[in-house]
């Protein structure tokens, strides 16, 4: 039976792709890690605006819910010595790469037990033993820092490649040009991965973008541009694996645009004031939860082991924020000025 989704929703998004078959190389148990990966970040980012209203959470946050399908199909197709940069929608991202959400729900605790000892918050969790190089709130900051990974990884004759994830916003960035140059130039293992779901904050990107298809704009430095289904794992993981590959063999970046729409507010304490909210929910069709269970079902797996797999994540989540509230604890004082420089000095 195939996937229903209305005729509405495929004018609006051309760049739909039905999820008829899994990539050769994914195997079941692949697929099912997916499935779970997905749920997880689900549960992890729905969760956010409940603490936040709870007055439990330190700072805010921005969450993840709708984008799942890129950080799971684009960190599943990545090998653990491989490197992300990210952004301030960023959990998505950490716990796509094997991020430990215990660890990431202490640092938006602000427990001295999170990624960074509570410092850094939602916005800047990092995990250099994964290849995680860090978030950041400032955006399109990390566009140059990907750019050094994928240098130093050329440096040191590694095979790693790195992958940039950065929104439509930080398109408009001058450092977004000037990275991709730079690493078109010198055929660096990097790429970069717009997540193009249609608004900076509340500003619809298509007012502030003259070439608003962003793939298209990968001509001006002579490397491939893509466009995938943003909403689609199997798509995303397709289409890194091909930049990946080309990217170990030398042949420099590769520009994917994944595009989606930004279902739900742009940060836990948006009232949606400048769009519709309920013009939104008709983008819940695509859904990359409910299209990869349907995927699974139809191809014999069980509903009830795929359920299993959604109860485990639930009970992932809640354990985590157990963990952050009665387990860890808070920075103390004298660690104020700790961890600003590598030799713990202060200058």
Known sequence: MTYKVSKEILDAFPCYEAMDNAPEDLSLDDQMKMYYLLNLIREHDSKLKELWMANKM??????????????????????????????????????????????????????????????????????????????????????????????????????????????????????????????????????????NNYWAVGTEFTRVAAQPEVYK????????????????????????????????????????????????????ADDESYRDPKAMEVWWQLDPIARMKHYLIENNVPPKSLEEIELRAKNDISDAVEYAENQCNDPTPDTLFKDLYANDEII
């Open 217 to 268: 704009r990968a001509v001006a430095y002579d490397i491939p541009g893509i466009l995938t289904d943003g909403f689609n794992p199997f798509a995303v993981y397709k289409a890194v694996k091909s930049a990946a590959e080309r990217a170990r063999a030398g042949q420099g970046p590769t520009l994917i645009e994944a595009r989606l729409m930004r279902i739900v507010g742009h940060w836990v």
């Open 58 to 195: 330190c700072g805010i946050a921005h969450s993840y819910a709708g984008h799942e399908a890129i950080a799971v199909g684009a960190c599943m197709a990545l090998a653990k010595d491989d490197y992300i940069t990210s952004t301030h929608r960023g959990h998505g991202h950490v716990i796509a790469k094997g991020g430990d959400v215990r660890k990431t729900m202490a640092e938006i605790y602000g427990r001295v037990e999170g990624y960074n000892c509570g410092k850094g918050g939602s916005m800047h969790i990092a995990d250099v033993e994964q290849g995680i190089l860090g978030a950041a709130g400032i955006v399109g900051s990390a566009m140059a820092l990907a750019v050094g990974a994928a240098y130093s990884s050329v440096v040191l004759n590694k095979k790693s490649v790195t992958v940039c994830f950065h929104g439509d916003g930080g398109t408009s960035q001058g450092v977004w040009h000037e990275s991709i140059n730079m690493a078109g130039c010198w055929k660096l293992p990097v790429i970069f991965l717009t997540e």
